[in-house]
């Protein structure tokens, strides 16, 4: 008897890592509705890292950096053979638009904003913009009639925690002491905790007998190492600049993290790491609730002055950052998993 042909589903995403992040509750809704197809996730090197530990998806693909701009071909190339039947992007553009319609999907979904409408036989609306970013996502499982609201899950297999745990043992990891990860950069300057106040937290957490996997992109590694040079002797483990494959699974390791609002942060609560995001400029609004997150904010009457970050504080102080003080980050941490007392004299 003939096997019945499997249905395949293309995911195209780019952005930042957020964005691959924010696009999991999408992969959920996705799952569900089509239950017996091949899904298949395709994005750039990085984005790839993380939807590797996307439960939701059976099939990765990875387009090449970040950085590239690549061409709809080396996109097709990296697909492989074989068409898909339904293809789907949050991205807005043409050259997006043009990718579904070359993967020989019969159905195609987008945001309907531009001309790239034309190619698309299912459109999701642009607006309203101001909502929580997963949920703007899900507008695309919506827009072929599929039920939404699946939560936004990262899960990292035993064999890549195994491997996690030898990469850190190797850099300094005691497993008897708590790891608890540190997000010390991020894109935007204003979105960024001092510098200062990640040191401080960074000795306190000792005092504590935790280690601090300083986790972060290739532009943090100078800070990382300023403030692994600060610490006291085997309180760190400097992680800033791994893959990303790497940094999640090492992530999901740590019994809880410290973040910004960030991808890589946003990807702790993916993992279920208990997680204080730290909000400065941005609104909290743009993100889900979930419980093992909370976030950390300042009551100032500035605050939320951008969606994204800026470069610069437009008040000139960057109170809603400085103002977070590491004993109430701490004090808020101990809240959300409980550390050891203080041991004087370390
Ligand atoms: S204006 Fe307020 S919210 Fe915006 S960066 Fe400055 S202190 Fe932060």
């Not at 387009?63 to 293809?87: C, K, N, Q």
Request: hydrophobic share 45%.
């Amino acid at each position: 008897m003939e096997r019945p042909i499997r249905q395949r589903v293309l995911v195209f995403l780019k952005g930042g890592i957020g964005d691959v992040v924010f696009s999991l509750p999408l992969l959920g809704d996705l799952r569900a509705g089509f239950p017996d197809a091949e899904l298949v996730g395709l994005s750039h090197d990085q984005g790839a890292d993380v939807l590797r530990y996307a439960p939701a998806l059976d099939t990765v693909r990875a387009t090449g950096p970040m950085s590239a701009r690549g061409t709809v071909r080396e996109a097709l190339a990296a697909l492989g053979p074989g068409r898909f039947d339904v293809a789907l992007t949050p991205v807005r553009s043409w050259r997006a638009a043009w990718l579904l319609l070359r993967s020989g999907a019969r159905v195609r979904v987008g945001f309907g904003g531009g001309p790239e409408r034309l190619l698309l036989t299912h459109a999701a609306p642009v607006r309203p913009f101001e909502v929580v970013f997963s949920r703007r996502f899900e507008r695309l499982a919506a827009a072929l009639g599929l039920p939404t609201g699946a939560p936004g899950r990262l899960e990292v297999p035993a064999p890549a925690r195994a491997e996690a745990e030898r990469r850190l043992a190797a850099l300094g990891r005691t497993a008897a002491r708590r790891l608890v990860a540190l997000h010390v950069g991020g894109g935007w300057p204003t979105k960024r905790w001092p510098r200062e106040h990640c040191a401080e937290l960074t000795r306190r957490l000792a005092a504590r007998g935790a280690q601090v996997m300083l986790v972060g992109g290739p532009g943090d590694r100078a800070s990382a190492r300023d403030l692994a040079g600060a610490a006291p002797p085997g309180a760190v483990v400097d992680r800033t600049g791994a893959a990303v494959a790497d940094t999640l699974a090492e992530l999901s390791l740590a019994s809880a993290a410290v973040g910004i609002d960030s991808g890589l942060s946003h990807a702790g609560v993916a993992l279920g790491v208990p997680t204080l995001l730290l909000f400065g400029p941005n609104d909290p609004a743009s993100i889900s609730p979930v419980a093992h997150a909370r976030l950390v904010t300042q009551p100032l009457s500035c605050r939320p002055c951008n969606r994204a970050g800026k470069e610069r504080c437009p008040e000139g102080h960057h109170r809603c950052m400085r103002d977070t003080d590491p004993a109430q980050v701490l004090s808020a941490l101990e809240a959300l998993a409980p550390l050891r007392p203080e041991v004087t004299g370390r």
